[in-house]
């Protein structure tokens, strides 16, 4: 089974305050997806990335993907309240039909 | 708005009385999946469609099952529904095994 691990678990900020999140693996992953996932509602697709050292970019949010495929990052700059949410990663493992392997998740409040 | 639709939103039964959750999608994708999530874990896949080919996964109970009559219905059957099944359960479809997996709005059982 390839592990993915989420930290930190909880995350508690006030708006306008950068806040980073990570995920992080032993295993390497085709590629990695990050959603977002509100209460009592299922997880919405925020990005993909594929390549090794990826950056991409959707406005205040800036995900990386490690050089060695197994760890991302996601930044968010001026979090506002919108951005409050349950955030999950999840990796493709290599030579499977297209299983993803979901990280927990990090749990990030932004209070006005 | 083609989408993921579940029904119901919230589910309440009985201890070992089967129950049956339902998804729909209108994206006609090839792809169904059935994922369990539990109080702050990650997502756990229970077994996909793709077509009408049933893949369970190997750490499935057998007191999961489920039906995909055409490529627009998906349906997820708890026999015996113990304290344990309680979860939000998520449906989401696929283009293609691997591609990018599209969410619907989950349905949360309760086990009374």
């Known amino acids: 089974t390839q592990l993915l691990e989420q930290s930190p678990q909880f995350l508690s900020i006030q708006e306008g305050e950068n806040l980073t999140v990570y995920c992080n693996s032993s295993s390497v992953f085709s590629s990695l997806q990050w959603y977002r996932q509100e209460p009592g509602e299922g997880p919405v697709l925020l990005v993909t990335?594929?390549?090794?050292?990826e950056v991409k970019k959707l406005k205040r949010l800036t995900f990386q993907f490690g050089d060695a495929r197994k760890d991302s990052s996601l930044h968010i700059t001026a979090a506002q309240p919108g951005d409050t949410g349950l955030y999950l990663c999840a990796g493709e493992i290599p030579d499977s039909w297209g299983k993803l392997q979901f990280g927990a998740g990090t749990q990030v409040v932004v209070t006005p | 708005d083609a989408m993921v639709i579940q029904n119901p939103r919230y589910q309440v039964t009985q201890f070992g009385k089967p129950v049956t959750l339902s998804c729909s999608q209108t994206?006609?994708?090839?792809?169904m999946y059935w994922y369990q999530q539990k109080s702050s874990q990650a997502p756990k896949l229970l077994f996909h469609y793709y077509d009408k080919d049933f893949n369970n996964e190997a750490d499935t109970p057998d007191n999961f099952q489920s039906r995909r009559p055409n490529t627009s219905f998906c349906f997820l059957d708890i026999r015996s529904p113990g304290l344990g099944d309680a979860a939000m359960y998520l449906c989401?479809?696929?283009?293609?095994?691997?591609?990018?997996?599209?969410f619907g709005p989950g349905t949360r059982l309760t086990v009374t």
């Open positions: 990335v594929v390549t090794g050292g």
């Open positions: 994206l006609n994708h090839n792809v």
């Open positions: 989401a479809t696929s283009r293609e095994s691997g591609g990018v997996q599209y």
